[in-house]
T-cell receptor, first 114, second 117 residues
Framework: AQTVTQSQPEMSVQEAETVTLSCTYDTSESDYYLFWYKQPPSRQMILVIRQEAYKQQNATENRFSVNFQKAAKSFSLKISDSQLGDAAMYFCAYRSDSNYQLIWGAGTKLIIKP | GAGVSQSPRYKVAKRGQDVALRCDPISGHVSLFWYQQALGQGPEFLTYFQNEAQLDKSGLPSDRFFAERPEGSVSTLKIQRTQQEDSAVYLC???????????????FGSGTQLSVL
């Protein structure tokens, strides 16, 4: 069975600095998708970034980028120029090409220090 | 509507009571998912609808959980004889694509936080 592990329960960063959140996963599939979602106190999950496993190029969305290491089954999220509004829970999620169910990590709480 | 709407936002139930949680997806969205998020955890899949058809209910934890989407729009998750272990946030998500599509984007509601005393 697929699993997703986020080993950092909490991370803190100074405003305007860069932070990296870690995620590892386990799967025997070759085609799959990885996601980072942000969950603010409003509880609404918001998609931050998505990566297709068949793409070697790392996905980027403005200040958010990933480091996707397929062989190592690692999928970290880098947030540059951290802003107060980035404070939230961040969840890593996995979806295989053959199953639409999202498999989620336990989340990392990101604190931004002003 | 502009987004996925869930109600109520908070629900407190006494153990043994029945509860009904509502999800109003984005208009025209084909796919609708329910997820359960226990405190301090990531969400876990409960069930999936494509229009009015419940195609997957493999994640429902017991036969006390029942979901429906009779007209292919609003969905209701019902929990009978609630237990303390049912306490969680129940998230609904919708998508304009069938779940089998690999380019789907999910839109989540703000969830219902259920507390069973």
């Amino acid at each position: 069975a697929q699993t997703v592990t986020q080993s950092q329960p909490e991370m803190s960063v100074q405003e305007a600095e860069t932070v990296t959140l870690s995620c590892t996963y386990d799967t025997s599939e070759s085609d799959y998708y990885l996601f980072w979602y942000k969950q603010p106190p409003s509880r609404q999950m918001i998609l931050v970034i998505r990566q297709e496993a068949y793409k070697q190029q790392n996905a980027t969305e403005n200040r958010f980028s990933v480091n996707f290491q397929k062989a190592a089954k690692s999928f970290s999220l880098k947030i540059s120029d951290s802003q107060l509004g980035d404070a939230a829970m961040y969840f890593c999620a996995y979806r295989s090409d053959s199953n639409y169910q999202l498999i989620w990590g336990a989340g990392t709480k990101l604190i931004i220090k002003p | 509507g502009a987004g996925v709407s869930q109600s109520p936002r908070y629900k407190v139930a006494k153990r043994g009571q029945d509860v009904a949680l509502r999800c109003d997806p984005i208009s025209g969205h084909v796919s609708l998912f329910w997820y359960q998020q226990a405190l301090g955890q990531g969400p876990e899949f409960l069930t999936y609808f494509q229009n009015e058809a419940q195609l997957d209910k493999s994640g429902l934890p017991s036969d006390r959980f029942f979901a429906e989407r009779p007209e292919g729009s609003v969905s209701t998750l019902k929990i009978q004889r609630t237990q303390q272990e049912d306490s969680a946030v129940y998230l609904c998500a919708s998508s304009s694509y069938p779940a089998s599509a690999t380019n789907e984007k999910l839109f989540f509601g703000s969830g219902t936080q259920l507390s069973v005393l």
